[in-house]
């Protein structure tokens, strides 16, 4: 049976450099955890889970405190909640800055 894999990337837009180091977890949706990795130099993680997870429902958290450290800032956590309904790649960036955060399904 094939699974759903989870990429991530996270960009600070107020500096335009990575996000790196940053904790980042993947827990159900009754929150289980199911994987946790920091992203690299360039922000990223290429795999989270690395046998992949089945469709369901999932929290995907990333943990800034520390990132911006004493940069004032307005999110200490950012949890997305996603609906995972197939079996295929799901690359989920996160776009942050002091005060704001995006996120979108990337390819």
């Keep these: 049976m094939s699974r759903a894999t989870i990429s991530t990337h996270v960009l600070d837009l107020s500096t335009g450099k990575p996000g790196a180091d940053i904790a980042v ?12 990795e920091r992203t690299d130099a360039g922000g ?3 795999q989270l ?5 089945a469709p369901g429902e999932y929290q995907l958290l990333f943990e800034l405190e520390d990132y911006f ?10 949890t997305l909640e996603l609906l995972i309904d197939e079996e295929r790649h799901y690359h989920i960036p ?6 704001g955060i995006s996120s979108y399904r990337g390819s």
Excluded: K, N
């Design 49 to 53: 889970v690395p046998d992949g997870v």
């Design 69 to 78: 450290v004493e940069r004032p800032h307005l999110f200490q956590m950012v």
């Design 25 to 36: 977890m993947l827990a159900t949706a009754d929150g289980t955890l199911v994987g946790e």
């Design 94 to 99: 996160l776009l942050v800055s002091d005060f």
């Design 44 to 46: 990223r993680i290429a």
